[in-house]
């Protein structure tokens, strides 16, 4: 009785054991078997002539010993070899030279081998918890999790998963404004998965650039399926970030389509961030036009590009400059970051033309996409357009000669009334003058007759 309760009461530890770790049926098993290997082995020496069976649907376990039939005076080793005598109470057939089979009792080895078989489950356990929690985080790392805050500390806040499992958020990966306390959910991807000395250390990020996408993927449902794809994202944590977006199908617009209906979709990643200013703008391969947008909302005048050397001189007016630069410097910081370029920005003092006009402009006369092929070429104002030769701007823009003879008209009509209107001014003021000089002459040619009118007067 006290073998088989001391056997229940294994049995008991071990689906304890199963029930706490969330260990599956087979792997169990294994562990088990390796454990009670374990015991053996450090007990006589080798396990090799062992058979531990495990039945997980009964909850019990069985060991059977095989050991060689020998002499009964030429017995060597008790744990590998028995006696002839000893051999027929288990078989009575049985000859000296053939293998016997028993069963053996856990429990006759002592307290101590059952202690032994406890802390080495536990062991094998805790090794095999740290390797499934390493293989489960790893596969997650560049994906959004969320846990509960457990303890918050000055350098790193301590956060528990669904499982208990922990995770650390360290200061320099949280938002400059993120403020935490014991209980709150949080959001964020998993940076890094560290395994020093088998013991996995699960870091998670709220300022990397991917946070920034994945947030994107679910709240854009055209991203998640594909038919929207993010091609690049700069981002100061808490500040500002840009993301350039390309669609694959004509009819959706990335931009809007990221954006919402009244800035809904854009609105939650936002709140998420702790209100970090998010600028989507579309994505071109062409370089001049990519670095334009990313400088926006600033207009720039014109753009020299060296692809070699991966660097860029934009010339803008003036006024124009404070908005490429933005507050800080932060946005052209960011467009640096997006395009990969280095941008240097220059005030376009000799080329500030107060009477030139940007292109945009003439959206009301001149469709959109014929805007943005003359842009595609370095043409963003009016005058720009104008100083270039009508065939170079059907061969450069790829434009019909139609339109681009429309938008020669349209833009030199514009400049034609403005030289008209200035024209009339002086005139009228050239009349005044002609009048006043011609009194004058006759006062010159006739002095009695202005004498006269004095004296008139």
Not at 165 to 187: A, H, M
Not at 380 to 403: F, G, H, I, P
Request: proline residues 2%; negative net charge.
């Amino acid at each position: 009785m006290a073998k088989k309760a001391e056997t229940i009461s294994m049995i008991d530890t071990l689906a304890e054991f199963k029930e706490l770790k969330n260990i599956d049926k087979e792997t169990m098993i294994n562990v088990l078997e390796d454990s009670f290997r374990n015991v053996i082995a450090k007990m006589f020496g080798t396990d090799e002539n062992y058979d531990v069976i495990i039945n997980p649907e009964k909850g019990d376990f069985e060991i059977w010993r095989n050991r060689k039939v020998v002499a009964d005076d030429e017995l060597e080793d008790a744990n590998l070899q028995l006696t002839l005598t000893e051999a027929r109470t288990i078989d009575a057939d049985c000859e000296v030279g053939e293998e016997v089979t028993d069963e053996v009792h856990f429990a006759d080895f002592g307290r101590r081998a059952i202690l032994n078989l406890r802390q080495t489950l536990a062991s094998k356990i805790l090794e095999l918890q740290k390797d499934s929690l390493y293989a489960k985080y790893k596969d997650k790392i560049n994906h959004i999790v969320a846990a509960e805050v457990y303890q918050v500390w000055k350098k790193e806040v301590l956060l528990l998963d669904d499982e208990g499992n922990e995770l650390l958020l360290p200061k320099s990966e949280q938002i400059p404004s993120d403020y935490y306390r014991k209980g709150d959910t949080v959001r964020a991807i998993v940076l890094r998965v560290d395994n020093l000395n088998n013991n996995p250390k699960i870091i998670l990020s709220r300022t990397d650039k991917m946070f920034l996408q994945r947030l994107f993927e679910l709240e854009v449902p055209e991203i998640n399926d594909g038919l929207i794809t993010i091609k690049g994202i700069a981002r100061i944590p808490g500040e500002r970030a840009k993301v350039s977006v390309e669609s694959y199908d004509d009819r959706i617009d990335p931009v809007g389509a990221c954006v919402g209906m009244k800035g809904s979709r854009i609105h939650g990643i936002v709140r998420e961030l702790r209100n970090e200013n998010i600028d989507v703008i579309n994505y071109t391969s062409n370089t001049a036009l990519y670095i334009q947008r990313a400088l926006s909302p600033a207009k720039i005048s014109s753009i020299h590009v060296n692809e070699e050397e991966r660097k860029a001189e934009v010339y803008l007016r003036p006024e124009e400059v404070s908005l490429a630069i933005g507050k800080g410097g932060l946005n052209i910081k960011l467009a640096c970051m997006l395009t990969e370029y280095t941008i240097d920005v220059f005030r376009d003092i000799d080329g500030a033309d107060e009477e030139d006009i940007y292109l945009d402009e003439f959206s009301d006369e001149i469709d959109g996409w014929v805007i943005d092929a003359l842009k595609d070429i370095g043409c963003y104002t009016a005058k720009s357009v104008l100083a270039m030769d009508r065939n170079a701007l059907v061969e450069r823009a790829d434009l019909e000669e139609q339109t681009v003879d429309d938008v020669l008209r349209i833009l030199s009509a514009e400049f034609e009334d403005s030289e008209q209107a200035e024209e009339s001014t002086p005139e009228a003021d050239t009349v005044v003058d002609a009048e006043g000089v011609a009194e004058e002459q006759e006062a010159e040619a006739d002095p009695a007759a202005a004498d006269d009118e004095k004296m008139n007067d």
